[in-house]
């Protein structure tokens, strides 16, 4: 089974702090994905990355950027966190650009 | 550009009752993929199943099916005698050739006993 673990469910941040959402999966896939989810709006596609060191931006890059130093590891930061980026976020993977993606059980972040 | 539709925000059954979750995409790709996750109270998205274009055989998984049309862009997903463990919502995404995958808004399911 392929398994995708995030390192926090639930994380609360103050404006302004820089926060580190981490991703890890366990089947050796070559892609990762971040995304954030918000009601009304739907899933939306923040960062990806087809390979090690080597990152895409997605719909919605603004205020963030990702690291991928490790093939199983995928690194979403956030520099300077602000209210507007309370949301859930999830990562996925996937073996190929055209496979299904597995999600992690995403982390619910609160900015005050 | 590419789309996914799922016109039904919010379906309410009754347990044992069949349900169907519409889902129509568009593409201009002639090669594209299509999916459906399901997402239950828990937050996780669970993947169900992945279509490619060019398979329009329908599938049949225990009390699941999904009916693949592309002469209507469509990719309906049917529960046959529901369950209160089928609340959740439910998303139908698309790929198009060297696209990123594009998800619809959702549908909600919430099976009654």
């Known amino acids: ?112 | 550009a590419q789309k996914v539709t799922q016109a039904q925000t919010e379906i309410s059954v009754v347990e044992k009752e069949d349900v169907t979750l519409d889902c129509v995409y568009e593409t201009r790709d002639t090669t594209y993929y299509l999916f459906w996750y399901k997402q239950p109270p828990s937050g996780e998205l669970v993947f169900l199943i992945r279509r490619n274009s060019f398979d329009e055989q329908n599938e049949i998984s225990g009390r699941y099916s999904w009916n693949f049309q592309k002469s209507t862009s469509s990719f309906n997903f049917t529960i046959t005698a529901s369950q209160v463990v089928d609340s959740a919502v439910y998303f139908c995404a698309l790929r198009g050739w060297n696209e990123k995958l594009v998800f619809g808004k959702g549908t909600k399911l919430t099976v009654n006993p």
């Not at chain 1, 404006?15 to 918000?38: A, I, P, S």
């Not at chain 1, 490790?70 to 496979?99: H, P, V, W």
């Open chain 1, 1 to 112: 089974d392929v398994k995708v673990t995030q390192s926090s469910r639930y994380l609360v941040k103050r404006t302004g702090e820089k926060v580190f959402l981490e991703c890890v999966q366990d089947m050796d896939h070559e892609n990762m994905f971040w995304y954030r989810q918000d009601p009304g709006l739907g899933l939306r596609l923040i960062y990806f990355s087809y390979d090690v060191k080597m990152k895409e931006k997605g719909d919605i890059p603004e205020g963030y950027s990702v690291s991928r130093e490790k093939k199983e590891r995928f690194s979403l930061i956030l520099e300077s966190a602000s209210t507007n980026q309370t949301s859930m976020y999830l990562c996925a993977s996937s073996r190929g650009a055209e496979q299904e993606q597995y999600f992690g059980p995403g982390t619910r972040l609160t900015v005050t």
